[in-house]
């Protein structure tokens, strides 16, 4: 099994690029199946859950050329298959936006429940509301959702919560919907917003992503023939800023969108850090000592909870007592027990966890729990004495590309070995 060998301490130094949004990827790439054409995306980080797309799409008759490894082109004139395989599905969690683009395509779908990461009951009823009230018979058989309509129909759409998966897979089956599609209570996140502009650059008409009500006016084709690039990582970047202030270093964090970090640089900044923002780029420098601070995640544009395992690390720096309470997932709080072998303390009750501060970590065999703990793991690493062994890291896999070697960039001693289990 292949492991990251991490020896700490180290300061990270210097510039890193960030790249394409996994989460944006992993929407635009199933949403180039309601193009019945060719569609350009540009920006695409080569990562896991993007590969097994690239995979899906192409099993279900799409021809997939790669221009280089972040150019995608993607020809969907000749999909003829609305069954997703089994397979390839169940390993990732985004692969539920393959109901809403083969309902738009097709007006049915087969594809199994999603897999990905497990940190807490992740249900798809949201979904489901919305692609009946558009006209769609939903039934899940043996762990498969098959979706048949006659004919998709504009709806109005209030979400019980906002979700991400809900909102953009609703939007992709109504772009092709007959007359006036609103979601009311929609996410905010910014791949949302990206999604909505890739479909429009390819003939749909989306108005009012970004805000708490979508409206899709539904169109006859999408015919393709646009370029679209990939929003930078939001998640990526505060990865790294973070992991600029857990080790005191200065990192220029480049090709982003600041905006998109706003709440992150605010609780860098409450807790001492310094951080100088430009257009296109933030610079992080971090301090011996920082203040502990109490965190909420919430839906953008709230604290994002995918960078709540790798605050945390941070946190147990702080001098002081800090909180954490998780407003998006159940349990999400599987890694504590992995940071607590390397000396960390903290006590985690439901959907909160207390961090009692100013500890030193030591190396020490911790394993991945999902994407974002397994990247809050190899922080760990960074920052501890002596040499940490990271496994499971399929998860870290499946959301950051070239990790590694942007760290080993920077100033860390980090390695990928392979190494029997």
């Known amino acids: 099994m292949e492991r990251f060998v991490i020896n700490g301490p180290c300061s990270l130094n210097g510039e890193v690029n960030i790249s394409g ?3 944006a990827a992993v929407a635009v790439l199933p949403a180039a199946l309601v193009v019945n054409g060719i569609s350009k995306i540009e920006n695409v980080p080569d990562i896991k859950d993007v590969r097994v797309l690239l995979d899906i799409l ?33 390993s990732m969690r985004a692969s539920y936006y393959l ?72 939007m992709l089956a109504a772009v092709k919907a007959k007359g006036q599609t609103i979601i009311e209570n929609s996410a905010k996140e910014p791949h949302v917003v990206d999604v909505a502009n890739f479909l429009n650059a390819m ?19 999408l015919n393709g023939g646009g370029t679209h690039s990939i929003i930078p990582d939001m998640i990526e970047a505060g990865t790294f800023m973070i992991a600029a202030a857990a080790t005191g270093g200065d990192v220029v964090v480049k090709n982003i969108i600041p905006k998109h970090m706003e709440s992150l640089t605010a609780k860098l900044i409450e807790m001492g850090v310094n951080v100088i923002e430009d257009e296109d780029f933030i610079r992080v420098i971090g301090k011996n000592e920082v203040k502990n601070v109490n965190i909420m995640t919430l839906p953008y544009p ?21 909180t954490i309470t998780e407003g998006v997932w159940d349990s999400r709080f599987q890694y504590a027990d992995e940071l607590k072998r390397m000396g960390a303390k903290i006590k985690v009750e439901g959907r909160i966890a207390v961090i ?23 922080m760990a690493g960074l920052v501890a004495k002596g040499r940490t062994e990271v496994s499971n890291i399929k998860y870290i896999d499946r959301g950051y590309e070239n990790f590694v070697n942007k760290l080993n960039m920077l100033g860390a001693d980090i390695s990928r070995v392979l190494k029997d289990d």
């Open 21 to 23: 949004a996994k989460n």
């Open 58 to 90: 192409g099993k279900l008759g799409a021809k997939i050329t790669k221009e280089d490894d972040n150019t995608v082109i993607c020809d969907t004139r000749e999909v003829d298959c609305w069954k997703a395989p089994y397979e390839l599905v169940k």
């Open 203 to 221: 003939g749909a008409n989306i108005r009012g992503a970004g805000t708490d009500v979508i409206k899709i006016k539904g169109v006859d084709h």
């Open 99 to 170: 109901l809403g683009a083969l309902i738009a395509r097709f007006g049915r779908a087969e594809v199994s429940l999603p897999g990905g990461c497990d940190f807490g009951f992740r249900p798809i009823d949201q979904h489901i509301k919305g692609f009946e009230a558009m006209g769609a018979v939903v039934e899940i058989e043996h762990g498969i959702v098959k979706i048949n309509a006659s004919e998709i129909r504009g709806a109005q759409i209030y979400l019980d919560v906002v979700s991400v998966g809900a909102t953009i897979n609703l």
């Open 302 to 322: 709230g604290f994002p909870t995918d960078l709540q395992p790798q605050i945390t690390v941070l946190l147990n720096m702080a001098e002081g007592v800090s």
């Open 356 to 378: 009692d501060g100013a500890n030193i970590l030591s190396g020490a065999p911790v394993k991945a729990t999902d994407l974002r703990a397994g990247a809050a793991m190899v």
